[in-house]
Every structure is written in C-alpha cells, then in structure tokens.
C-alpha cells in the first residue's frame, strides 16, 4: 500500500459513500493544529472523464475539512491518502468503504446501510463460489464491528424488507394482469353484444329466430349491459 500526498483538485468523492458528513468545522481546527493524523484512502481511476484520477473510499470528513481550510488560506490543499487498488467489483467497494469507517458514532440508519452493504458482498462472494467460512452473521460482525445480535436483527429486517418488495413486486404483476384480462373480457362480452342485437334485429321470419327466444335475448342483452358497465 502506497502512502501519496494527492492535490485536492484529483480527488473526486465516492458516490457509494453512504455517511453523513458532520461537524467539519470541529475536525478543520483539529487538522490546522495539529496536521492531518490519520490518512485517508483512495484508488486511482482514470475511466470518468471529469478531469479528476482518484476516488475516495475513507476519509471524506478529512477531504471536507482540508477542502475548508484550503480554501481560507489555512492548510495546504493537499490529502494525505493510503493508496489501494481499484476494487474489482460494485459490492467489494461498498464493504471497503464500510470498514474503512468502523471508527465513527453511527446512527441506526447508517448501521442498516453498513450491514445492508455487507451482506451484498457475501451474496457476492456466494454467487463466484468464494463463500467465506463460518456463519454470515459472524463474518459481517467482524466486517462492521458490531454484536452479532445487532447484525442478526437487521438482516431479518433487510430480508422482510426485501419479501415485502417481492410481493409488491408479484402484486403489481398481477394487477398489470388482470387489467388486461379485464380488457380482453369486455371486447369479447361487446362481440357478444353486437351478436344478439343483429340477431334482435332480424325479422321474425328470419331462421335464426326459430332457434332462440325473443325474450331470452333480450334477458342475455341486459346481463351483458350489465357486465360491460361493470367491467368499466
């Protein structure tokens, strides 16, 4: 791992960071006197076209705070950085950037997002068949840092969460479903419509008549009012 002191005008924030960042003024009088102590992480990445080669993984308090101090002439605009190798996929760059910020005072709604993170990367890891030792909820505990019964209880929220969507998801379908067949139905209740009023508009002479009563598809002609109305 390669320690590089990185110009503030390379560095491009990450858009899987999922922290708030807070109290910047309190850590930019830190950092003016006492200098930057803890390096932040990135990797370079020359594939965005936005005139910037690296990306923040950690440290985006300490990029914010030197960026504020910087711009008032207090520090140089400069970030101390850990240098790492560009992750290969989605997933092993959102568990980075998680436990590159185990140190932080979290609230329950970042905490969900840390663990909704780690167990992406296990499935992950799962589907290339590099499934890690050991139970999920042990594995992520180490990742995150928190109390197995702390991670125990938001996967089953994460996994109702996801059912709940499954089923909005198949609800919906059906719906979409059922207005067609509710489509369908009508045109083909019209045609039967159409049917019985040419065949009530014949002369009573006419063959068709001799095999249905008057009265009866006059019956038939108002359920299928009725019907069409409904389905309406």
Known sequence: ???????????????????????????????????????????????????????????????????????????????????????????????????????????????????????????????????????KREWIAKKTGYGERVIQDILSDIKKQSMNQQSLTATQSTSAITVDNKAETRKALMRAKNAINKALNLSSNDSVLLAFDTEYLEDCMDKLKFMIDDLS
């Open 1 to 135: 791992m390669e320690i590089c002191n990185i110009n503030l005008s390379d560095i491009r924030v990450n858009p899987n960071n999922i922290y708030e960042e807070q109290n910047i003024k309190e850590l930019a009088d830190s950092i003016e006197s006492f200098g930057q102590l803890e390096n932040a992480t990135l990797y370079e990445d020359l594939s965005i076209d936005d005139g910037k080669k690296y990306t923040l993984v950690g440290g985006h308090r300490r990029y914010l705070a030197i960026s504020y101090l910087a711009e008032r002439g207090l520090y140089e605009p400069v970030l101390k950085a850990s240098l790492i190798e560009k992750p290969n996929v989605h997933q092993m760059e959102q568990m980075l950037i998680v436990t590159d910020n185990q140190q932080r005072v979290k609230d329950k709604e970042t905490k969900i997002r840390e663990i909704y993170y780690a167990n992406n990367y296990w499935n992950y890891l799962v589907s290339i068949n590099q499934q890690p030792q050991g139970k």
